[in-house]
């Protein structure tokens, strides 16, 4: 039988919009990765998603905010195509002892809220 981690977070885009306007380019510098950052181009509901995807993760791997960094977890995402999720430093050496193989990402978002939800595929032999 198959195993699986799961993590889901929702994410209030008017609290990232007032964290945006405040802190600015600090709150982005601390929170995402370069490519985020460009793909985003300050637009709350986009940063809230990545947000709430990088928490989702945490819970996922079972380490929240305290064991993995923001920028160790990445959302990439190319024109057409789903989003994806890429592990750097402790997140990747949580999910490879986890035996992790795969992670799908979902993300919606409306005014109000952003929400991300996560699967991940554990080996058979390696089951959390």
Same mark, same amino acid.
């Given at each position: ?6 993590? @889901?977070? @929702?994410? $209030?885009?008017?609290? @990232?919009?007032?964290?945006? $306007?405040?802190?600015? $380019? ?47 977890? $990445?959302?990439? *995402? ?6 994806? #999720?890429? #592990? ?5 050496? *949580?999910?490879?002892? #986890? ?5 799908? #990402? ?23």
């Amino acid at each position: 039988m198959a195993s699986h981690v799961v993590g @889901i977070d @929702i994410v $209030e885009v008017p609290r @990232i919009r007032r964290v945006l $306007e405040r802190w600015g $380019e600090r709150f982005l510098n601390r929170i995402y990765t370069t490519q985020e950052i460009a793909y985003c181009r300050g637009r709350a509901p986009q940063l809230a998603s990545r947000f709430a995807a990088k928490e989702a993760v945490m819970k996922a791997l079972g380490t929240g905010i305290r064991g993995v960094g923001w920028r160790e977890v $990445e959302v990439l *995402r190319q024109r057409g195509r789903a989003p994806a #999720l890429q #592990l750097h430093g402790r997140a990747q050496s *949580r999910a490879r002892a #986890l035996g992790i193989t795969e992670l799908a #990402l979902s993300l919606t978002h409306s005014d109000h809220y952003a929400l991300a939800s996560v699967v991940g595929a554990v080996e058979e032999t390696r089951r959390p």
